[in-house]
């Protein structure tokens, strides 16, 4: 299973937020700092602020912070709230047309492994990403000190 683009991007505007001491970071700081998108990121950025994991303000003074405290953002529910598609094979899919399904016990196989993906996700919050000395790393990678 590979996460697609718009949820890494979720990930990173979350950890730059967290580890951002300096007011409210731009989405335009954001894209520099990660040489990525600006549209892109703009998308992003409207779903988390729509799903209540930051809050955007516009103005001389806008930017954007966290909605909840990192330790309140669980990485699986995350994941699970920007992914639209977990279906490992198309007999886990809404439109599976696999003449096997009925009698192979592949999907249920696939259905344990994507259990334990989100259960292994779900053990950890954005605090846990950027904690102690994490925290010290990022700060230094993403130049906000």
């Known amino acids: 299973m590979r996460l697609t683009t718009f949820t890494d991007y979720a990930l990173r505007v979350l950890i730059y937020l967290a580890v951002s001491d300096d007011g409210q970071p731009t989405i335009r700081e954001i894209a520099q700092r990660y040489d990525i998108s600006r549209n892109h990121l703009m998308k992003v950025v409207q779903e988390l602020s729509q799903k209540g994991y930051l809050v955007a ?29 977990f279906a490992l094979a198309e007999c886990l899919g809404d439109k599976g047309h696999c003449v096997l399904t009925p009698s192979c016990k592949l999907r249920s196989v696939f259905t344990e492994a994507l259990d334990a993906f989100f259960a292994a996700l779900d053990a950890y919050t954005l605090q846990d990403i950027v904690s102690g000395r994490k925290r010290a790393r990022l700060l230094k990678i993403l130049s906000l000190e």
Request: glycine share 18%.
């Open 57 to 85: 303000s516009r103005g001389k003074r806008g930017g954007l912070r966290l909605g909840m405290p990192p330790a309140e953002i669980k990485i699986g529910m995350l994941v699970r709230d920007m992914e639209s598609d």
